[in-house]
């Protein structure tokens, strides 16, 4: 049994702890919070051991909200830790962790440089295999990793270039809103993504621009990629359908839209609505000799807590890729009823 303490109960910290709790080979021994908000009584309700950071000790009791005990006391029993923490600060708490020599994985927000290596599952499991430092790559480039990685094996790849519209901000950050504008960001090109994406797929020439729309449900992707080896639409539709994380979008489905796939979500019963799946439009895969178009739409909030839960597996060297995405899939529920 591996335990496991999430650290940062926020947007991406609470549904990996709900995903570890899932898994037969895993144990969530603790989350933490620094503020005793709704998240911290969520937490205390679904009975996770509820930690907090020292200098919030006094707000959680004046809020009457009980807690285990603090940060530093949740890792005493942890074999790995999942820093779920704002940008920046993963990293700097690497220093606590690497004291007590508990492996970590950090994610997005972090600098790609200042890991010993960036994780996809799909794309390149095996380089976190008995880590100390590993990073989930960010939501976009999952989707974008989980999507050419099929592609590249298959068909070779010459070039790819994506425009990512990206939602403005998650539905838990009203201070970033509302807006009304489309912003570049960054306003410059090449994007940072292209290169993000490269630290788990350095082979892959990748070019990215990116917009910041006002939405908080989804990111869309449109892509544009250059094959190695000509092919049709019907064979490109029939492997991307082979990848368990991506859902083809199918005609008869009738969304148009990332609302509709919030929409199917919930009428499934994920919870949160949460899609872990790539959403790839069946209708807009075309296909001329080696140029390929598709639009893919990519859930921010929840694509990369699959990922997570197979750099667990890998840091800690419990088994191979195949093993733990079939695990996290099945325990997940992974595949839209397909
Ligand atoms: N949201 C996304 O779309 C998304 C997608 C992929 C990757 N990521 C990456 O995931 C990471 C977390 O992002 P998020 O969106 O989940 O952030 P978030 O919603 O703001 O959650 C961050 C959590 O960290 C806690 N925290 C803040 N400072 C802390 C500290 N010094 N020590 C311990 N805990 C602290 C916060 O606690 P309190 O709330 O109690 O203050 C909160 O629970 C970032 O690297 C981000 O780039 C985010």
Same mark, same amino acid.
């Given at each position: ?8 109960? #926020? ?13 037969? @080979?895993?144990?969530?021994? /603790?989350?933490?919070? *620094? ?6 009584? *969520? ?5 996770? %051991? ?10 959680? *009791? $004046? ?13 005493? =029993?942890?074999? +790995? ?6 940008? =920046? ?19 997005? #927000? ?9 994780? !996809? ?28 990685? %099929? ?6 790849? @010459? ?10 901000? $998650? ?8 807006? !009304? ?38 990111? +869309? ?6 094959? &190695? ?5 019907? $064979?490109?539709? &029939? ?20 609302? /509709? ?11 949160? =609505? ?5 959403? +790839? ?6 296909? &001329?000799?080696?140029? +390929? ?39 997940? =529920? ?5």
């Amino acid at each position: 049994m591996i335990n496991v303490a999430v650290n940062g109960y #926020g947007t991406i910290g609470k549904r990996v702890a709900d995903a570890v709790v899932q898994q037969p @080979d895993m144990k969530l021994i /603790g989350v933490s919070k *620094t503020r005793p908000n709704h998240e911290a009584k *969520t937490a205390v309700g679904k009975k996770y %051991p509820l930690y907090v950071i020292k200098e919030s000790k006094k707000s959680f *009791t $004046d809020a009457g909200i009980e807690f285990e005990g603090t940060v530093e006391e949740m890792l005493d =029993g942890a074999d +790995v830790v999942v820093d779920a923490t704002p940008s =920046g600060v993963g990293v700097r708490n690497y220093e606590l962790y690497k004291g007590m020599g508990i492996p970590t994985i950090v994610q997005g #927000g972090e600098a790609k440089d200042s890991v010993e290596s960036s994780f !996809n599952a799909r794309a390149n499991f095996e380089n976190s295999i008995g880590k100390n430092l590993v990073r989930v790559v960010s939501c976009n480039s999952t989707g974008l990793a989980r999507l050419l990685t %099929p592609i590249e094996e298959t068909f070779g790849i @010459d070039q790819v270039r994506v425009t990512l519209i990206r939602r403005g901000a $998650d539905p838990g950050q009203p201070g970033k809103g509302p807006i !009304n504008d489309v912003i570049l960001d960054p306003v410059y090109l090449p994007s940072h993504h292209g290169p993000d994406v490269k630290s788990v797929l350095p082979n892959i020439n990748i070019d990215t621009l990116a917009l910041k729309v006002p939405t908080t449900l989804m990111h +869309v992707h449109v892509v544009n990629i250059t094959l &190695k080896k000509d092919t049709s639409k019907e $064979d490109m539709c &029939k492997l991307l359908s082979g990848e368990s994380r991506i859902h083809m979008v199918a005609a008869e489905e009738g969304i148009k839209g990332i609302a /509709g796939l919030k929409e199917l979500a919930l009428d499934l019963g994920r919870p949160r =609505g949460d899609l872990w799946e790539n959403c +790839v439009w069946d209708e807009s895969v075309s296909v &001329k000799d080696e140029e +390929v178009y598709l639009f893919q739409a990519i859930h921010q909030e929840a694509d990369v807590v699959p990922e997570n839960i197979d750099a667990i597996r890998a840091i800690v060297n419990e088994c191979g890729q195949g093993e733990s995405m079939s695990l996290t899939d099945k325990t997940m =529920g992974m595949g839209m009823g397909r």
